[in-house]
C-alpha cells in the first residue's frame, strides 16, 4: 500500500477570502483572508492584523497591530512583529520576536522618569 496523500489547500497571491475557513491536513494562505482560520496546520506567508489568535498550528509571519496570543493549544513559529505577546501556560513559542512598545520619552509606560543609580 502507498503512502496516503496529505490534504493541501492553498489561498494563493492575489486572492481574497472573505469568511471563514475550516479544513483538514495543511492549509497555505499567501493571498487575504478576512475570517477565521481554522486548520490542523496553518501556514501563512505573511500575516498583518489587528489582533492575532493561535490556537493551532502556525508557520509564518506575524505583524499584530494590537496583540498577539497564543493559546495553551498553540504552536507558533516563524517571525513575530507585536504590541502586546500572551502565551498561555502550555502554549509553545518558537518564533524571532518583535514586541513594539512606544513610552514616553525618558519614561515608563506611566510616563514617570525612573533613574536608577548604580554608583553605591
Known amino acids: 500500500m502507498g503512502k496516503r496523500a496529505e490534504n493541501i489547500s492553498i489561498v494563493d497571491q492575489g486572492l481574497i477570502v472573505d469568511g471563514n475557513i475550516t479544513c483538514t491536513g495543511k492549509l497555505i494562505v499567501k493571498g487575504v483572508v478576512k475570517g477565521t482560520l481554522d486548520g490542523e496546520t496553518v501556514i501563512i506567508a505573511e500575516a498583518s492584523a489587528k489582533s492575532v489568535t493561535i490556537g493551532g498550528s502556525f508557520e509564518g509571519v506575524i505583524n499584530a497591530e494590537k ?5 495553551s493549544t498553540g504552536v507558533c513559529s516563524g517571525r513575530v512583529v507585536c504590541h502586546d505577546l500572551v502565551v498561555e501556560a ?3 513559542l518558537n518564533a524571532e520576536v518583535i514586541c513594539m512598545r ?3 520619552a525618558d519614561g515608563d509606560a ?11
Not at 506611566?110 to 553605591?120: A, C, P, R
Open 67 to 71: 496583540e498577539l496570543i497564543v493559546l
Open 90 to 92: 502550555g502554549g509553545v
Open 102 to 104: 512606544q513610552l514616553p
Open 110 to 120: 506611566d510616563g514617570t522618569v525612573k533613574k536608577v543609580d548604580f554608583s553605591s
